[in-house]
Structures are given as structure tokens and as C-alpha cells.
């Protein structure tokens, strides 16, 4: 058995620390909100982010970060792209020092326009790259809490660290594969939240299964052509954390990106979705980020690019989609 911290308290990061725990593991969940922390403790619950399932003694819920990652083997951070690099900083002096590190945070720093295992690398250096991994692929937070079966990917440069995650977090509901390819995992993991708004804008202003297809497929392409530019291997994103993770999120009722754009697609403005969400949508903050890195490194992005007019342009998803239709032709 082992002894294992999670940083972040939402429904995912509730959600993996359940499966750690539920092995007998002694898991320390780390709140940023105090109060979050202190109702787990009382209720056994998160009634805010993972409501009704409840979560086993092995569990222990606390709002002081020394405390979480002190004496662990493994730190799993589950943050908000945004917020990773303050808490990874904040937790920094108290890091075991061969402690291993899964990233779940899916996304792309807006500022720097680093994916998450470039912040990881500017924050603790790059002499703990072995020890970083990275973990993404369709999975729903509600459904992994309950054990319906999931199939994920943990990532790392080198192969016993990542083993060494991958078994962590298996058990006979969650199948845990592993790839040496961590740009491609992470990319594939950031971009599908993008395109999963406009899947759920086009389905918001009620056009088909046909539109919907059309925007995964050709959203896979724009995942491809970020990713092997970053130097991934295309085949990376056929996986998990490419095709799995985005079929998931453009389709399932659960997705929270999904939801942003359909409520769009509806005629709400962003502003009142976010607000009735009560969760992160990464998509939103990751379009832009998306949008950058693409231009950036000029890379063809248009459903990218239509999703972040969308959210920062004001342009409407039915002007964005019939924009899209209307591009130059070109081969596959």
C-alpha cells in the first residue's frame, strides 16, 4: 500500500484519489477552499463537486498543502490549467525528493502558451522529468467514482516511472495504458475541450449527427497538426487521449465543454453559462491559448479559431459554422 497526495478537490481530482484510496492506498485530497476539506471530513462526500458518492476512510481530506504532499510517493495534480503553476510552486519546498508526479490538469498556460509538463519542467527543473507523468483519456469524473469501466493513458519519458503509474492507478474497473509520448497525450487532452464547444454549439443550433462527425474529424486533424508540429507522433492522437478523449467530450451529456457550447448554440451569452456551470469548462480559457500557440507557430486552426471568436469575439456560433463551411476547398 502506498501513501499518496492529490492536489485539487474537484470532481476529478475527487474522483482519481477514490480510486487510489478504494486500493487501500493512504490518500491525502487537498482542497484550495478550507471548507470543501472540512465537509468531505464531516460527510464523506463532496457534495459540491462529485455529489452522492461516497468516499472511503482511506481518504484524508485537507486544506494545508505541506500536509498533503508531505511523505508521499506520488503527487497527482488535478488543478485547473490555470492554477497549476501557483500550487505546484506553493508545493515545491515540501516535495519528497523522489517523489513521483502525474499531472491530470488538461490544458495550456494563456501566458507563456506552455503545455502542462513545460510548466511542470520551468517550476521543479528538468532534472525530475523522469519522475513527471502525465495522465489523460475519455473519462468522466461521476462515472470512474462508481467504477463503470474507463480506459486512460499515463505518459512519461522514462518507462518504470511511468509503470510505476500506471499500476498505481489500475484496478479491474480502470485499465491504465502507458505511452512514451507526452506531448501528444497532452495536446490531444487540451485541444479535445475546444473542439467539444463547437460540437455542442452545432448541436445547440440543432444541425445533425452529420455536423457533429464533421467537426470531431476534422478537429482530430487540427489536434494532429498542433501535436506533430510539437513533435508528437500522429498515431498518439488515433489513442486515448486523442480520438477516445474527443468522441467522449463532443458527445457525452456529462461534458462540461459540450455544455458551454450548446447553451451557446441555444443563444445564451457566455457569461450566463459560465455562471450556472459551477464547474471549469478548460475549453474556454484553452481556446484562447490554442488559438495562440497555433498562430504562433503557424499552425492551421480553424475550428480553433471560429471557437475562439465565438468566446472572445463575440461572433455567433451560427455565423462561426457557416464560416467554417465556406473556407477555400482543399484535399483531406
Not at 464531516?42 to 484524508?60: C, F, K, M, Q, S
Not at 491504465?176 to 509520448?181: E, G, K, N, T
Not at 486533424?221 to 467522449?248: C, F, H, Q, W
Request: with cysteine; charged share 20%; hydrophobic share 45%.
Amino acid at each position: 500500500m502506498g501513501n499518496f497526495a492529490v492536489l485539487g478537490a474537484g470532481a476529478w481530482g475527487t474522483a482519481l484519489a477514490k480510486v487510489l484510496a478504494d486500493k487501500g492506498n493512504r490518500t491525502t485530497l487537498w482542497a484550495h477552499r478550507p471548507e470543501i476539506a472540512e465537509h468531505i471530513a464531516r460527510d464523506r462526500v463532496n457534495a459540491r463537486y462529485l455529489p452522492g458518492i461516497a468516499l472511503p476512510e482511506t481518504l484524508h481530506p485537507t486544506g494545508d498543502l505541506e500536509e498533503a504532499v508531505r511523505g508521499a510517493e506520488m503527487v497527482v495534480v488535478v488543478v485547473p490549467s490555470h492554477g497549476l503553476r501557483d500550487v505546484v510552486r506553493q508545493a515545491r519546498p515540501y516535495l519528497p525528493p523522489e517523489v513521483l508526479i502525474c499531472s491530470a490538469s488538461k490544458g495550456i498556460e494563456q501566458e507563456s502558451l506552455m503545455l502542462m509538463s513545460e510548466v511542470l519542467h520551468d517550476e521543479l527543473g528538468t532534472h525530475v522529468s523522469p519522475r513527471l507523468t502525465y495522465l489523460s483519456g475519455p473519462s468522466f469524473a461521476k462515472e470512474v467514482a462508481v467504477g463503470q469501466p474507463t480506459a486512460v493513458v499515463v505518459a512519461g519519458a522514462s518507462e518504470p516511472e511511468t509503470h510505476a503509474v500506471q499500476q498505481a492507478f489500475a484496478t479491474d474497473r480502470l485499465r491504465v495504458y502507458s505511452s512514451l509520448d507526452v506531448v501528444g497525450v497532452e495536446i490531444g487532452g487540451a485541444l479535445k475541450n475546444v473542439v467539444a464547444i463547437a460540437a455542442g454549439a452545432a448541436d445547440g443550433l440543432g444541425f445533425g449527427h452529420n455536423a457533429r462527425a464533421g467537426l470531431i474529424t476534422r478537429g482530430l486533424a487540427e489536434i494532429a497538426r498542433l501535436a506533430m508540429t510539437k513533435g508528437a507522433n500522429p498515431l498518439t492522437v488515433a489513442g486515448l487521449s486523442g480520438m477516445g478523449d474527443l468522441v467522449l467530450t463532443c458527445t457525452g451529456e456529462l461534458s462540461r465543454n459540450r455544455t458551454v457550447g450548446f447553451e451557446m448554440g441555444k443563444g445564451r451569452t457566455l457569461e450566463d453559462v459560465l455562471a450556472s456551470l459551477g464547474h471549469v469548462a478548460e475549453g474556454v480559457k484553452t481556446a484562447k491559448s490554442a488559438y495562440d500557440l497555433g498562430r504562433k507557430l503557424d499552425v492551421e486552426m480553424p475550428i480553433t479559431s471560429e471557437v475562439y471568436r465565438a468566446l472572445y469575439e463575440g461572433k455567433s456560433p451560427r455565423q462561426a459554422v457557416v464560416d467554417l463551411m465556406n473556407r477555400a476547398l482543399t484535399r483531406e
